[in-house]
C-alpha cells in the first residue's frame, strides 16, 4: 500500500482494512488485551468462587454463574462480530474482516459449548436434568449447529475469496433465521431457564451486588479473552494468507 | 422460465432419480417406524404426526442436491445463467423440487398417517400444514443447495448448513398436525408455517443467486 493512498483514509476506521496497519496495530493491543484478559477473568472467577457466599436456595452451585453467563454471552457476541464482519467483506471486500469473521467461529463454538455444559453441570442438581428442550437451550443447541455448519463450509473451500463469500451469504441468511428459531422454540415449549440476571435494556437485575460486581468483572474478562483469541487468530489467519501467496509466488 | 420449470419437472420425472427416491425414502422411514417403536395403537398415534414431518423433511432433505448439482456438472447451469436472471432460476428450481417433493409428500402423508393410527380428523390438518410448510423447505434447500454447488460431495455438509434453517418450519408444521390430531384448533400454527413459506419464498431466491454468482464467477 502506498504511501499517498494511506494519507487520505488516515481519519477513517477503515484503514486498519489495510491488512499491515491491522497487524501494527494489533500487535501493540495484542499484549494489554491478553494481560488484561487473564488478569479480569482470573479476578473475577477467583472472587466469585472463593470469595462470595453461598446463595441460599442454589447452595454453592450459584458460583457456576461465573462461568455459564460469560460465555453464554459471548457466545451470542461472537455471532453477532461474525455477521457484521460478514456484512462488510460482502459491501465493502475487505479481507481483514473476512478473515475475523473466520477467526471468531471456533471461538464463538468453544463458548457456546461452555455455555451448554456449564448449563447441564448445574441443571442436574438444579433441574433434576442435564438437559430440557427448553426454548433458550434449544435456540443455544441451534446455534452450536450453525457455527459448525459455518465452520466446515469454511474448511470445505479451497477457493478464500469464494469461501468467504459463501460463509458470509450464510451468516447473514443464519442471522435472519436465528432471530426466527428463538421465537419458534418460545412458540413450541414453556422455558424452564429462569429470566436474565442482568437484563441490559431495562437496566434493572435480579441479583445482588455481591454476586454481581465479581460476575461483572468476569464478564469484561470474558469479553477481553474473546477479543485476544479472535485477534491472535485472525492475525495467523492474515500470516497464512501471506504464506499462500509467497508460495503461489514462488510456484509460478 | 415455464420451459425451464416443464424442462425441470420431465427430468425429475423421467431420470428415475429425484422424484421417486424422495418419496420412497418417505415411505421407508414410516414403515420402519412401527418396527423401531413397537405396534402399539396408542403409542404410534401420539407419535404419528411428528413423525410424518420428519419423515416429509429429511425426504425433501436427501433430494436437495440433486436441484444444482446435475447441471453444475454438465455446464448447463451456467448456460442457463447466461438467459435467466438467476434469482429467476433458483426460484425455478426450487419451485421444480417443491412440485416432485413437497406437494406430492403431502399427498402421500395422509395415507400413511393410516399406517400410524392418525387419527381421522388429523389427516386435514396434516395435508394442509405440508402443502403449505414444504415451500419454506423447498426454498431454503434450494438457497443450501446453491451454497455448496461447487463442492464435491456437498450433501452431507448440505444437510449440516440447512438443518439450523429447518427448525422454525418443522416447528411449526409439526403444530399444525399435533394440534389438528388432537382436535385442538390449529389456525395460529398454520398462519405462521404460511409466514414462514411466504418469507423463504421472496427472501432465498436472492440470498441463493448471490451464493450462485460466487460459486460461477
Not at chain 1, 107 to 132: D, F, K
Not at chain 1, 159 to 175: E, H, M, Q, Y
Not at chain 2, 52 to 71: H, K, N, P, S, V
Request: with cysteine.
Amino acid at each position: 500500500m502506498d504511501e499517498t493512498e494511506t494519507s487520505s483514509e488516515r481519519k477513517s476506521l477503515w484503514q486498519y482494512a489495510n491488512p499491515r496497519k491491522f497487524m501494527d496495530l494489533t500487535a501493540t493491543m495484542l499484549p494489554w488485551v491478553w494481560a488484561l484478559a487473564v488478569g479480569l477473568t482470573a479476578l473475577g472467577l477467583v472472587w466469585g468462587f472463593f470469595f462470595t457466599g453461598d446463595d441460599f436456595r442454589m447452595g454453592s452451585t450459584v458460583k457456576i454463574i461465573y462461568i455459564h453467563v460469560p460465555s453464554a454471552l459471548m457466545a451470542i457476541n461472537g455471532y453477532i462480530l461474525m455477521f457484521l464482519a460478514s456484512l462488510v467483506w460482502l459491501i465493502r471486500r475487505h479481507h481483514v474482516s473476512a478473515l475475523v469473521a473466520r477467526a471468531a467461529a471456533p471461538v464463538g463454538l468453544v463458548m457456546t459449548l461452555i455455555g451448554l455444559a456449564t448449563g447441564a453441570i448445574w441443571g442436574q442438581p438444579m433441574w433434576g436434568t442435564w438437559w430440557a428442550w427448553d426454548p433458550r437451550l434449544t435456540a443455544f443447541l441451534i446455534l452450536c449447529l450453525f457455527y459448525l455448519g459455518y465452520i466446515a463450509l469454511w474448511s470445505a473451500l479451497s477457493d478464500p475469496d469464494l469461501a468467504a463469500d459463501l460463509t458470509s451469504i450464510l451468516a447473514i441468511v443464519g442471522s435472519v433465521f436465528a432471530f426466527l428459531s428463538r421465537y419458534a422454540t418460545q412458540f413450541w415449549n414453556q422455558g424452564l431457564h429462569q429470566g436474565t440476571s442482568v437484563p441490559v435494556a431495562t437496566g434493572g437485575r435480579s441479583i445482588d451486588d455481591v454476586f454481581f460486581i465479581p460476575l461483572a468483572i468476569s464478564m469484561v474478562g470474558f469479553f477481553f479473552l474473546f477479543l485476544a483469541l479472535v485477534l491472535t487468530r485472525a492475525r495467523t489467519e492474515v500470516r497464512a494468507r501471506r504464506l499462500s501467496v509467497l508460495r503461489a509466488r514462488q510456484a509460478a | 422460465m415455464i420451459a425451464l420449470l416443464l424442462r425441470d419437472l420431465r427430468l425429475a420425472i423421467r431420470s428415475g432419480g429425484g422424484f421417486g427416491l424422495g418419496l420412497a425414502f418417505f415411505l421407508v422411514v414410516i414403515v420402519l417406524t412401527p418396527f423401531a417403536v413397537g405396534p402399539a395403537p396408542a403409542g404410534l398415534a401420539a407419535i404419528a404426526p411428528g413423525v410424518l414431518w420428519l419423515g416429509a423433511l429429511l425426504a425433501a432433505l436427501l433430494t436437495l442436491d440433486r436441484i444444482f448439482a446435475l447441471d453444475w456438472e454438465d455446464g448447463s447451469l451456467e448456460q442457463l445463467a447466461l438467459v435467466v436472471p438467476l434469482e429467476g432460476l433458483l426460484f425455478v428450481k426450487a419451485l421444480a423440487h417443491w412440485l416432485t417433493t413437497g406437494a406430492m409428500l403431502a399427498l402421500l402423508a395422509p395415507v400413511l398417517g393410516i399406517l400410524l393410527y392418525l387419527p381421522q380428523g388429523g389427516a386435514l390438518p396434516l395435508f394442509l400444514g405440508l402443502i403449505i410448510g414444504t415451500p419454506a423447505l423447498s426454498f431454503i434447500g434450494a438457497f443450501g443447495a446453491a451454497l455448496v454447488v461447487g463442492i464435491k460431495r456437498g450433501g452431507l455438509l448440505l444437510s449440516l448448513l440447512v438443518l439450523p434453517l429447518y427448525v422454525p418450519t418443522l416447528i411449526m408444521g409439526a403444530e399444525v398436525a399435533r394440534r389438528g390430531a388432537q382436535g385442538m384448533p390449529y389456525d395460529v400454527p398454520l398462519a405462521l408455517s404460511a409466514a414462514l413459506s411466504l418469507f423463504a419464498l421472496a427472501i432465498m431466491p436472492f440470498a441463493g443467486a448471490a451464493a450462485l454468482r460466487a460459486s460461477l464467477r
